[in-house]
């Protein structure tokens, strides 16, 4: 079956610091990728998404990498604030129409 | 736009009890989500509907779980009756089209069953 995996399931970083966090896929056919990021007593809120038409999508301060023939994903927030201490999960869809499958989640704690 | 609007966010419950949670979309979105989210097995899809339609209710633990879309503005996930590993956050998320866009998610409802 189709799962959605995360190496680390904690991540400390010092303010200021480029955070990566890792996510590993099964499912050979996902073809869209989402990170999301979700604060305590907060719902997953969306950050970035990538297609696998793609192999790197920029947003604000965040990037997302996509290497597919490892079938992996990473999410890398630049100059970490406090304000991104987090849970973030990764989200993969097998195929157009199918459902998202998330991964088990990573915790980022950023220090002072 | 309110985003998707859930309620109550906590509820508490004593075993045996029939809970329901509630859930407005986003406007406009025709796909509706739960999910169910507890440390020991992270973020579960409990049924999606399409257009207020069922699709896939496979999540759906038990005879006890039950979910309605009466139209495309509310939604809710009944539980009937509430045991104690009911205990979990249970969100409700919409999109404008399934898989094809990204899930918007409410802040959830905390359920306590003791």
């Known amino acids: 079956g189709e799962s959605v995996g995360l190496h680390l399931p904690t991540l400390s970083v010092q303010e200021g610091d480029n955070s990566i966090i890792n996510c590993a896929y099964s499912?050979?056919?996902?073809?869209?990728f989402i990170w999301y990021k979700q604060e305590s007593g907060k719902g997953p809120q969306f950050i970035i998404d990538?297609?696998?038409?793609?192999d790197k999508r920029q947003g604000q301060r965040v990037t997302v990498l996509l290497n597919k023939t490892v079938k992996h994903l990473s999410l890398q927030i630049a100059a970490t604030q406090p304000g991104d201490s987090a849970v973030y999960f990764c989200?993969?869809?097998?195929?157009?129409?199918?459902?998202?499958?998330f991964g088990p989640g990573t915790r980022l704690s950023v220090l002072p | 736009d309110a985003g998707v609007i859930q309620s109550p966010r906590h509820e508490v419950t004593e075993m045996g009890q029939e809970v329901t949670l509630r859930c407005k979309p986003i406007?406009?979105?025709?796909?509706l989500f739960w999910y169910r989210q507890t440390m020991m097995r992270g973020l579960e899809l409990l049924i999606y509907?399409?257009?207020?339609?069922?699709?896939?209710d496979s999540g759906m633990p038990e005879d006890r779980f039950s979910a309605k879309m009466p139209n495309a503005s509310f939604s809710t996930l009944k539980i009937q009756p509430s045991e104690p590993r009911d205990s979990a956050v249970y969100f409700c998320?919409?999109?404008?089209?399934?898989?094809?866009?990204?899930?918007?998610f409410g802040n959830g409802t905390r359920l306590t069953v003791t």
């Open positions: 989200a993969s869809r097998g195929s157009y129409g199918q459902n998202f499958v």
């Open positions: 499912n050979s056919a996902s073809d869209y």
């Open positions: 990538i297609r696998s038409n793609m």
């Open positions: 406007s406009g979105h025709n796909s």
């Open positions: 509907f399409n257009n207020n339609v069922p699709i896939d």
């Open positions: 998320a919409s999109s404008s089209r399934v898989g094809g866009s990204p899930l918007h």
